[in-house]
C-alpha cells in the first residue's frame, strides 16, 4: 500500500506560477512511477505529466509541454509538479498517482495507476 498527499493548490492570476507537491508514504521502498493528473469540472481526469521510477525520464501532456516540469526527490519520497504561465484553462483539481513497478515515464491513462491522492485545487484566475 502507498498513501499519496497531494499539497499546494491554491488561487493564482495567469501567467503565475505555483509548485505543487505529493508526498508518499507507506511502502515507498517500492519502484515506482509517477503521475500527475487533473480534472477540470465536468470534464474527464486527464494526464498532466510522469516521471519514472528513477526519475531518468518524463513525459508531458501537449497543453503543458514547457510550462510544467515534474521532479522527484526519492531521498523524501516526494514528487513536485512545478507550473509556470500559469492559464486560466489550467484550473483543475490535480492529483498525484503512483504505478507500482520500473516502468518509464510513458503512462499516461488513469487505469494505468495504482494508488492515487486525494486532490489540491488548482484556480487560476484571468
Known amino acids: 500500500q502507498v498513501q499519496l498527499v497531494e499539497s499546494g493548490g491554491e488561487l493564482v492570476q495567469a501567467g503565475g506560477s505555483l509548485r505543487l507537491s505529493c508526498a508518499a508514504s507507506?511502502?515507498?521502498?517500492?519502484?515506482?512511477?509517477m503521475g500527475w493528473f487533473r480534472q477540470a469540472p465536468g470534464k474527464a481526469r486527464e494526464f498532466v505529466a510522469a516521471?519514472?521510477?528513477?526519475?531518468?525520464?518524463?513525459n508531458y501532456a501537449d497543453s503543458v509541454k514547457g510550462r510544467f516540469t515534474i521532479s522527484r526527490d526519492n531521498a523524501k519520497n516526494t514528487v513536485y509538479l512545478q507550473m509556470n504561465s500559469l492559464k486560466p484553462e489550467d484550473t483543475a483539481v490535480y492529483y498525484c498517482?503512483?504505478?507500482?513497478?520500473?516502468?518509464?515515464?510513458?503512462?499516461?491513462?488513469?487505469?494505468?495507476?495504482?494508488?492515487w491522492g486525494q486532490g489540491t485545487q488548482v484556480t487560476v484566475s484571468s
Open positions: 507507506g511502502r515507498t521502498d517500492l519502484y515506482y512511477t
Open positions: 516521471i519514472s521510477w528513477n526519475g531518468g525520464s518524463t
Open positions: 498517482a503512483t504505478k507500482i513497478g520500473r516502468y518509464g515515464s510513458s503512462l499516461n491513462r488513469v487505469l494505468e495507476y495504482d494508488y
